[in-house]
């Protein structure tokens, strides 16, 4: 009898470890879909209902906000960003909700939107999509960690808006330039590189899950950071004197000037530096926010033709 118990708990508890793992396999995208709503599984394995064709829509993701433009939509509300350049020219006179990390729930809720759009990575904007959802106020979360989710994010986004396939040429040209540079790329000698995420707390060395070190990798480039389950790990001199990349990319989130004085100040004059072969070659390079702190949607050729050209300089590419 004792056996028959410890047996069935046992089964119980497999059972259950494997539905959980089925439902935390289960990829995010669209379930089912009608003429007037779409079922979408998050990120975190919860299905929601949303509804087509919204006209009142706070975007509360700055990277989210030129996805969703690309794919035909509108917002009455965005997060404050650091550049405007990073916007489409149409969302930047509009209202701001707070910042990214926290969104401002009251003027959220004074806007009376039908469509809130939120990530799934900040834990706020998971509390924020539970009180929206709890309001009857459809909301939901969804992954945009690097460029290879914004294919998948923009037909979420073009069916939600009704937008027609054949009216939604910008992404289409998009991933077509993409894979054009990219083919380019990948036929040269492949550098190894090492991208630095820069803030005010300090500095992370990028895996290839961040975006920078994703397009990087794409084309042909070998990042001496190993893979890891998250977008970013530790940064040591010592580290990098080890791998000793060929080229070394900084990404800064905050004020820039700032950061890269930080940079050279804390690291790039320390006597060890001048050992590395990316010092040597003159191959250490700062990024633009507005195109790499941001994930670029439709400006993404821009953005890979550009590291292409650092990747593998003197070589010519064609968009």
């Not at 990214?100 to 924020?128: A, C, G, M, Q, Y």
């Not at 939901?140 to 960690?145: C, E, I, L, P, S």
Request: with cysteine; aromatic share 10%; charged share 20%.
């Amino acid at each position: 009898m004792l056996g028959d118990g410890i047996e069935m708990r046992l089964l119980s508890f497999f059972c259950f470890f494997f539905t959980l793992c089925a439902v935390q396999a289960a990829a995010s995208g669209i379930v089912s879909e009608t003429a007037e709503s779409i079922r979408y599984r998050q990120p975190d394995g919860l299905e929601v209902t949303l509804p087509k064709h919204p006209k009142r829509v706070v975007v509360g993701y700055g990277s989210l906000v030129p996805v969703w433009y690309c794919a035909g939509g509108t917002a009455v509300a965005i997060p404050e960003v650091q550049s405007k350049n990073a916007l489409p020219e149409a969302a930047r006179g509009l209202p701001t909700v707070g910042t990214f990390s926290t969104l401002n729930t009251e003027k959220v809720l004074e806007l009376r939107p039908d469509l809130v759009v939120l990530i799934n990575k900040l834990n706020s904007h998971l509390r924020l999509r539970k009180l929206l959802t709890a309001m009857k106020i459809p909301a939901f979360t969804v992954k945009y960690d690097n460029y290879r989710d914004f294919e998948a994010l923009t037909d979420l986004f073009r069916r939600l808006n009704n937008t027609d396939p054949a009216r939604c040429a910008a992404a289409r040209q998009v991933t077509d330039s993409v894979n054009r540079i990219v083919a380019q790329a990948r036929q040269y000698p492949a550098p190894r590189f090492t991208t630095v995420f820069a803030q005010a707390a300090g500095f992370r060395a990028e895996t290839d899950l961040a975006n920078t070190s994703c397009m990087l990798s794409m084309l042909g480039g070998k990042n001496t950071v190993p893979p890891s389950d998250g977008l970013r790990t530790g940064f040591s001199i010592e580290q990098l004197l080890l791998d000793n990349p060929d080229v070394i990319f900084v990404v800064m989130m905050g004020n820039n000037k700032a950061l890269e004085k930080k940079f050279r100040h804390e690291i790039m004059s320390q006597k060890a530096w001048r050992e590395l072969d990316a010092h040597r070659t003159g191959r250490v390079h700062f990024l633009p926010s507005d195109l790499y702190l941001y994930l670029a949607g439709p400006r993404f050729p821009e953005a890979f033709l550009h590291l292409a050209q650092l990747l593998y300089p003197g070589r010519e590419f064609a968009r």
